[in-house]
Every structure is written in structure tokens, then in C-alpha cells.
């Protein structure tokens, strides 16, 4: 397949999506098989300000009683340390699904720069050591967490430790 964005050859399938392109670290995912976040009310749209990823329309939202933001088109969450934390742990409880294994981990995904939307810094980016291989980026001026789609479902459906609810 070829990168979305630069066009290079990846050595990989659709099915491994989401791939990091090593040559531009553009994300490469399977728009067409992006799960929603579950419970997600869109509240009303942000005039004026982008998704940090891919630059649609962003949006307002509630999720699970916590103010975010999200994009619409790559399903990536904006949302605060403190209501991240509470979201895992009450989501990883109260999820009976089918477990997921997590794909392993993508060292070029740590090169990828995701911009806050907010303070236009380029936000901290490092790996979740909870189960889930995820990368999270975060802001510390403005306390966001940026989750990319597949993201949140994979750190929810996860094999490893639940706390009990
Ligand atoms: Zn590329
Ligand atoms: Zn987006
Ligand atoms: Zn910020």
C-alpha cells in the first residue's frame, strides 16, 4: 500500500492500519472501518478551530459527563488528564466485549507531532504504560490529552488488569 499523505511504499497491508509512514510520519488508518467512541454527544461545532490531526471541522462534545472536543472524521479526542483517568478506569470496568490484543507498539508513531489546538504548541507525545500500546499526546499548558480514534477502544478493550467498579 501507499502512504495517504507522501505517497511512499509501505511495507504493509490495509489490514495493519493504522501504520505510521516512516518517510513523512503521516497516519495511515482504515477511515472506512473507524469505530465511533461510544456514548460520544456532539454539543455544537468550533467555529475556527481544526482537528490537530487531520484538519476537519472540530467539534464540542460530552463524553461520559466530561467537556471534550473531538473530530468527527478521524474519531480523536481532546480531553483533560483528570477526566482521561476517570474515562479508563470506569470504561475498563464496566467493559464485558470481547478483548482486543493491542498491536505492538510503533516507535514512529513518537515521531509524530500533534499540535494543540488550543496554545498551538506542538503537544508532549509518549507512550501509555497502562495496557493498550497507545501513544498519548498531551498538553501540559492547557491539560489536554489528545486520543486518536482507535485509541480510546483499544485501551478499553485491552487484555490486563480492571479495576473493579
Ligand atoms: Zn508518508
Ligand atoms: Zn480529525
Ligand atoms: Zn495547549
Redesign the pocket.
Known amino acids: 500500500m501507499f ?6 511504499s ?1 511495507k504493509a497491508e490495509f489490514s495493519d492500519l493504522p501504520i505510521v ?6 497516519r ?1 488508518v482504515d477511515l472506512s472501518r473507524m469505530v465511533p467512541v461510544d456514548g460520544l454527544e456532539p454539543v455544537y461545532p468550533l467555529e475556527g478551530e481544526s482537528c490537530p490531526r487531520c484538519e476537519s471541522e472540530f467539534w464540542a462534545g460530552v463524553l461520559d459527563g466530561a467537556p471534550i472536543k473531538f473530530c468527527k472524521v478521524c474519531q480523536g479526542i481532546l480531553i483533560s488528564h483528570g477526566d482521561f483517568g476517570t474515562l479508563i478506569r470506569t470504561r475498563r470496568a464496566d467493559f464485558h466485549g470481547r478483548e482486543m490484543k493491542p498491536k505492538p507498539f510503533q516507535p514512529e508513531e513518537l515521531k509524530e507531532r500533534c499540535i494543540c489546538p488550543d496554545c498551538h504548541q506542538v503537544m508532549e507525545c509518549y507512550p501509555y504504560y497502562g495496557p493498550g500500546n497507545a501513544i498519548i499526546d498531551s498538553c501540559e499548558n492547557c491539560d489536554w490529552v489528545w486520543l486518536d480514534g482507535s485509541e480510546l477502544n483499544c485501551l478499553i478493550a485491552s487484555p490486563g488488569l480492571r479495576p473493579v467498579s
Open positions: 502512504c495517504q499523505s507522501c505517497g511512499a509501505l509512514c516512516p518517510h513523512c510520519t503521516h495511515n
